[in-house]
């Protein structure tokens, strides 16, 4: 499945971004699909992921309650709603799937959107 990450953009401390990774594949309702980011300086890390049949959605301490996974399988689209966004969120995300279908984990993948800076200013 091939990946395109979408929707970042300059935002204000408090506001809100929409997040897409649209993918091509008519395998894609078999994938979950997982948002990472990566900070200037620091490892990329896992920020929320939702499994092929969107029963399960997970999400990183740090984005938990601000932040809204959810997949639109008919448009071959995985979503990333963020609010309250802080400048601590600032990074470039990216959308990855995992190496094989109807995997949930996010530590096995093999295929990585091209990202999507976003930016927060205070």
């Known amino acids: 499945v091939q990946l395109q990450a979408s929707g970042g953009g300059l935002v204000q401390a408090g506001g809100s971004l929409r997040l897409t990774c649209a993918a091509s594949?008519?395998?894609?309702?078999?994938?979950?699909i997982h948002w990472f980011r990566q900070a200037p300086g620091k490892e990329r890390a896992f920020v929320a992921g939702?499994?092929?049949?969107?029963?399960?959605?997970y999400y990183a301490e740090s984005v938990k309650g601000r932040s809204t996974i959810s997949r639109e399988d008919a448009k071959n689209t995985v979503y990333l709603q963020m609010n309250s966004l802080k400048p601590e969120d600032t990074a470039v995300y990216y959308c990855?799937?995992?190496?094989?279908?109807?995997?949930?984990?996010?530590?096995?993948?093999?295929?990585w959107g091209q990202g999507t800076q976003v930016t927060v200013s205070s």
């Open positions: 939702i499994n092929w049949s969107g029963s399960g959605k």
């Open positions: 990855a799937a995992p190496v094989r279908p109807y995997v949930s984990s996010y530590r096995t993948i093999g295929s």
């Open positions: 594949g008519r395998t894609f309702s078999t994938y979950a």
